[in-house]
């Protein structure tokens, strides 16, 4: 089946270092969305991606849809406290029919 | 804040307990999801709802049993549960089933004893 993979599993940063997190599917995506989920809450969306190569920002963050449609990254610059959370990302299977998720990335932000 | 409620926010309950979660959206959403959160796994879903049919059954033991009587509620009936399956329960609902963001509940903490 399907499988979505996140690295790091976990960052420690120091408060205006930048943070990335890489996720990458073992099949090619239609999409990719993006969720934070900040500690002791539940996952918020904050993106999607569809285009091969698309680029979108949000504020410090960046993200990136790779070429081939089956990888993905979330680049944040100068993290705050405020950034600290699991960031997720996700894709939906062949059909269609649900989200897969990656394992997450837990950023901790000392400042 | 999201438009999707869970309750209750917290539970506790014994293995021979028969207890169920709730979750309503308040968005018009035609799908509804329910997810299992533990602190060694990532999401995992168990189960979708597509305009109140099940389309998917994530191999879910049958001690959790889904009920969807309509496209705005999603229940999740809990009967002789092992200790193993405490987590954090969170329900999901998006526009329709296929790629749409999906909103979240803030979750029902389970710990089952």
């Known amino acids: 089946g399907q499988q979505v993979m996140q690295i790091p599993q976990y960052q420690h940063v120091q408060e205006g270092e930048d943070f990335t997190t890489y996720c990458n599917s073992s099949?090619?995506?239609?999409?990719i969305q993006w969720y934070k989920q900040r500690p002791g809450g539940h996952p918020v969306f904050l993106i999607q991606?569809?285009?091969?190569?698309e680029v979108k920002k949000q504020k410090r963050l960046t993200f990136q849809f790779g070429e081939a449609k089956k990888n993905s990254s979330l680049h944040i610059t100068a993290t705050q406290t405020t950034d600290v959370g699991t960031y997720f990302c996700?894709?939906?299977?062949?059909?269609?029919?649900?989200?897969?998720f990656g394992g997450g990335t837990r950023l901790m932000v000392k400042p | 804040e999201t438009g999707v409620t869970q309750t209750p926010r917290h539970l506790v309950m014994g293995m021979t307990n028969k207890k169920s979660l709730k979750c309503e959206q308040h968005?018009?959403?035609?799908?509804m999801y329910w997810y299992k959160q533990s602190a060694k796994k990532p999401l995992e879903l168990m189960f979708v709802?597509?305009?109140?049919?099940?389309?998917e059954n994530n191999s879910v033991p049958s001690r959790f049993s889904p009920e969807c009587p309509n496209s705005s509620h999603l229940f999740l009936h809990l009967h002789t549960l092992q200790p193993e399956d405490s987590a954090l329960y969170l329900c999901?609902?998006?526009?329709?089933?296929?790629?749409?963001?999906?909103?979240f509940g803030p979750g029902t903490r389970l710990t089952v004893l």
């Open positions: 999901a609902s998006s526009r329709k089933r296929e790629y749409n963001e999906q909103f």
């Open positions: 099949t090619t995506l239609s999409n």
């Open positions: 991606l569809v285009k091969s190569g």
């Open positions: 996700a894709g939906p299977d062949n059909a269609g029919n649900m989200l897969t």
């Open positions: 968005l018009g959403h035609n799908a």
């Open positions: 709802y597509n305009f109140k049919e099940q389309t």
